[in-house]
């Protein structure tokens, strides 16, 4: 006799009075594959946990954010943001797709040089900025995005003694509509220190004004505070012009557009309330057409946006270790992949699925990584399936900021795998091992 | 393993604890085990039943079914003295 599909048994309390606000839907979602391939099989052949990229969803949101903007402005330049996810073969294809870099170190300089970007297509951002790192930008013709005076006048130095002009753009800092306000990066436009900054650039000899730049915060939800901020670039823009009689040759909305991920508290999920690159690219674009600017003289517009470009391609694939009831009944897995790889665990709810057919008994779930710390919290609660110890877990949407921020404790940083448009797979970045801290210690003890 | 006087379960898997007020949903075979138990069937008995019709490995199941008692008696739902009882 053929036996019985076997599932765990549970009992949960109802909550009387607490129905679902949205009525969501009741199927579990199943995350089986990527670009086709079946997740049982990555992790086979990488291990787990393992970061798995999708080239395929890279270029496509690329093309969507490109499309979104070009369609609306005659002069359109991505950046790609180096510190979002800055893997030499993602780097890559954000180049081939004609992306510009935006550093911000000079590590991050050096890496985009190693990777074939001209000096003359990398934007320079960040507060910090040595001699040794402004010398390799104004020897690579670099745009160099001035954050402070400090910055500006050490940069007036370091150009006279290589008797070379530095191309210069200065961060701005403004009052968009939204809280906080990033006051922290740039000079201040309400209370005339952008002004100021200009007026001493201009005055400069080795110095050439070519741009404006600002980055209004991250995880902006509202297109209308970029269009605040674009407008306001634009009254510079424009009274640069009738001071000095020159056009400066761009503006620089910076990114911090939202990926769909659901922020912790947040009441919708992220799917639901997330601007699309057209919301954005019509507030930006409407701001610059309609502002004084002449049509022939519009600038041509950057955006360094990394995370809302890369968020979608990037999931994490882990293994459940253990299921443990917690001691006031709720329901907790222990799984492979800890909160020192996710770093935006901390800020999101990220989504959470098995890769194959489950139960459909759901209960509230707390899901808890391997570390041996208490913050090691992934999903504080999520209404989960019943899983067993070995079932294959998918984390999305963790292509931002994970794999740049990511802390080496207690274990190797695992694999990171990118599926290319023909669905072969390669090691972008191999798992690391004991040799890979060995060769970087030295023990005078031995 | 005694459930409580108080505890009423319907055929298709709901609870109710009169004593507290709470009620509760069983997923089917949850709704299996609390009726074996109910019979006051031993974990060996129950076990072997298990075993026989589902494809399940004998150490999985121990595990679970221990959880499962666990949960019950946090619902106040079965009786039991002495931790060390199941066996």
């Known amino acids: ?446 | 393993m005694i459930i409580t006087e108080e505890i009423k379960i319907s055929d298709n898997g709901f609870v109710f604890n009169s004593r507290t007020g709470d009620s509760f949903n069983l997923n089917p075979f949850g709704l299996n085990i609390i009726k074996l138990i109910a019979e006051k069937k031993e974990f060996e008995q129950i076990k072997e039943k298990v075993l026989d019709e589902y494809d399940i490995s004998d150490l999985t199941f121990e595990k679970d079914f221990y959880e499962f008692c666990a949960l019950l008696k946090h619902h106040q739902i079965i009786l039991q003295d002495n931790p060390l009882e199941f066996k």
């Not at chain 1, 990527?34 to 990488?46: N, T």
């Not at chain 1, 659901?262 to 919301?279: I, R, V």
């Open chain 1, 1 to 446: 006799m053929e036996k019985l599909i076997y599932e765990k048994p549970v009992i949960s309390k109802i909550n009387a009075g607490m129905p679902s606000k949205f009525g969501l839907p009741v199927k579990q979602k199943i995350i089986s594959e990527i670009d086709g391939l079946a997740i049982s099989d990555l992790m086979e052949k990488f291990g787990s946990p393992v970061f798995v990229f999708s080239e395929k969803t890279i270029r496509e949101t690329y093309s969507e954010a490109k499309r979104a903007f070009e369609t609306r402005y005659p002069k359109v330049q991505f950046a790609w943001s180096y510190k979002t996810n800055y893997l030499d073969a993602i780097c890559s294809i954000f180049h081939e797709e004609g992306s510009w870099a935006e550093v911000v170190s000079g590590f991050e300089f050096n890496k985009a040089l190693s990777l074939g970007v001209n000096g003359s297509q990398i934007l320079f951002n960040g507060p910090e900025k040595s001699e040794a790192d402004l010398t390799l930008a104004i020897e690579n013709n670099a745009s160099i995005h001035i954050d402070h005076f400090d910055e500006l006048y050490l940069l007036i130095e370091t150009a006279r003694k290589l008797n070379k002009k530095a191309r210069v753009s200065i961060r701005i800092n403004l009052d968009a509509g939204i809280y906080p306000i990033w006051d922290r990066f740039g000079f201040n436009y309400e209370n005339g220190e952008a002004w100021n900054a200009i007026n001493r650039i201009m005055l400069a000899d080795n110095l050439e004004l070519i741009g404006l730049h600002t980055h209004i915060g991250t995880y902006i939800m509202v297109g209308s505070a970029y269009a605040i901020a674009a407008s306001k670039l634009a009254n510079l823009y424009v009274a640069i012009h009738r001071k000095f009689d020159y056009w400066l040759k761009y503006i620089d909305l910076g990114g911090g557009f939202a990926s769909k991920n659901t922020l912790k508290g947040a009441y919708m999920p992220g799917t639901e309330t997330c601007p699309s690159f057209d919301d954005y690219a019509e507030a930006i674009t409407n701001a610059l057409i309609s502002s004084e600017i002449p049509h022939e003289n519009l600038p041509l517009l950057f955006l360094e946006t990394g995370r809302a470009m890369i968020d979608d391609a990037g999931y994490l694939l882990t293994t459940t270790l253990a299921n443990k009831r917690l001691n006031n009944g709720k329901n907790s897995l222990v799984i492979d992949a800890g909160v020192n790889l996710l770093f935006t665990s901390f800020w999101y709810n990220l989504g959470i699925f098995p890769s194959k057919e489950t139960s459909s008994f759901t209960e509230e779930t707390t899901i808890y990584g391997p570390l041996c710390m208490n913050i090691d919290v992934i999903r504080d609660t999520i209404v989960f399936p019943q899983i067993k110890v070995g079932d294959q877990l998918v984390i999305e949407r963790v292509g931002a900021y994970n794999v740049s921020q990511w802390m080496q404790f207690i274990n190797y940083r695992p694999n990171v795998v990118l599926i290319d448009l023909e669905g072969k797979t390669h090691i972008i970045r191999k798992r690391e091992n004991l040799e890979t801290f060995k060769s970087l210690e030295f023990n005078p003890k031995l």
